[in-house]
């Protein structure tokens, strides 16, 4: 658990990347705002956490998955959130499974001698004990 209540704070750096996505080159954002927008996404994401928190609870698990983040945003009325959190998880649960399904592939050195080559070394038939 936190120590002090700034460590419950997400880094500002992160923070500031999304606000200046989020806004147009032309606009600047002072720093009272920046620290404001910190602190309410901050307490966002307590929120939102807590509440999946106690779905996950329920359901008898001590692993918060994605639904329990989806049935939170749902009793928290944050239903704009929902369809972009779900288009998010499936790339996501799309990429994980593409990656354990691409073969494993041998790069050119690993690769080199490999081919038509064969073992010196020839088994020896078990003996009977």
């Known amino acids: 658990m936190a120590e002090k209540l700034e460590d419950l704070n997400l880094p500002n750096a992160s923070v500031q990347k999304i606000i ?28 939102v956490t807590s509440q999946a928190s106690n779905e ?3 359901a008898n698990r001590k692993t918060l ?19 972009p959190l ?22 050119e050195e690993e690769n080199d001698g490999i081919e038509g080559e064969e073992d010196d070394e020839t088994e020896e038939p078990m003996e009977d004990v």
């Open 20 to 47: 200046k996505e989020a806004l147009p080159d032309t606009v600047n954002i002072g720093k009272d705002a920046r620290s404001a927008l910190s602190r309410a996404a901050s307490v966002f994401v307590l929120y």
């Open 56 to 58: 996950a609870q329920k």
């Open 65 to 83: 998955i994605g639904q329990d983040i989806i049935t939170a945003l749902e009793e928290l009325e944050f239903e704009n959130f929902i369809e």
């Open 86 to 107: 779900k288009d998010i998880l499936k790339e996501f649960k799309d990429s994980k499974t593409k990656k354990s399904n691409k073969p494993k592939k041998l790069n």
